[in-house]
């Protein structure tokens, strides 16, 4: 039995380095490659194998330590005799002492899985791993315990700690998600396949994470508009000329900044952190568009300034542009409420999706004559339905049916039209 002294090898730099990480102690049995310590320099780390299997003597330096290539750091009993030593100890060459980020690993426990085969969660608590992936794996919250290595001789490497993390980010993406079935539909009969374009795409992963991240409740509503409605053609009679003419959705833009105004948590956004609102004091709304590539939503911006003739042109110039497929970006940005109108379709009332991260929509369905008691007979009314998505985190639902109920009101009110 010999008593040899380990020293730091060649580790390509004069300068001392930091011993960051020591992988035994004192009465370790130790085989030969064996890890022993790492060091690391401002460039790399280095992992500093056992020349010879033994156990181990005494350890003399510690985590923090600085050493130098020649520094005596460890003591191993070996029955190897120098003899033999010279002829079976790897030399301390430049391969073990090169910079290296997963350099010669230790010799595994039995227990631990070997690498040839298919990788596993470590179930030995030995967690072999250099200080780059342990310092990843720290950034990362990652329990390295938990990583399958497929490093030689069990090391973890980085790609395992970012397989371990891209697997866990799918796994809680799918117990949040469950799959829709898979199914091959050619096997019941004649199929073809058509690809989304980017405004449709664009609008599936738009719509899925307000749909994902948005408690909604839709208020329906209904406005009794036969008094605009006489309005409205009285007005378009008047600017035929001019060549403008009004729909209805100018008047509930224009109603709407009005509303929005003296209910400000409809023209905000939830912060990050769930616990404040960002209140807008600027009314740009957003107005989604029917176009041949998909929804596109311009927004008219500073609607409360513009009267009821800048919002027609505004509307129909972005609504021009937006089927015209010419619609800057940013006409699409910074709108602070959305109005979806599918009055001029079809249909009595929908559920739209809030536009996050604004935290309201208002959906317009057709307008239609229905017999209205006004406390002594029928009378044909032409009502508008109003269907009022919101965010509830945001938005309670009286405050909906309030707002709700203001629009209305509003819509109803001839008098105060700015033309
Ligand atoms: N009730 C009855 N008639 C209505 C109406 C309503 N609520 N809204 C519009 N109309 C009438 C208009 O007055 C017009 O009639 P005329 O042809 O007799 O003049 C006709 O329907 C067509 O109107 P329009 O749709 O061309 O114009 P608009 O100003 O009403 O709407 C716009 C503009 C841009 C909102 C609309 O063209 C559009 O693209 N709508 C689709 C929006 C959409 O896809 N939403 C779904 C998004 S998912 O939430």
Redesign the pocket.
Known sequence: MTVKTLTIPDIGSDASVEVVEVSVKSGDVVEQNQLLIVVESDKASVEIPSDFAGTVNSVDVAEGDFVKQGDAFLTLKTDTSDQDSQADAPTPSNEQAEPVREATPPTPTPSVARPDTAPSANTSGVVYAGPAVRKQARELGVDLSQVPATGVRNRITKEDVDAYVRQRLSEGAQASLPAVPEVDFAEFGEISTQKLNGVKRATAKAMTAAWLNIPHVTHFDEADITELEAFRKEKNALYTEQGI?F????FVLNALSRALKEFPTFNASLNADGESLTLKKYLHIG?????PKG?LVPAVRNVDALSIVEITRQ?NEK?GLARDGKLPLTDMKGATFT???????GGTA?T??VNAPEVA?L?????VMKPRWNGEVFEPRLM?PLSLSYDHRVIDGAEAARFSKHVVELLQDNTCWPM
């Open positions: 003419k729909s209805v959705v100018p107005v989604a568009v029917d176009t929804l509307l609504a109005l979806s109108s599918l009055g001029g379709i929908f739209p999706i929509i959906g317009l369905s057709r307008a508008l």
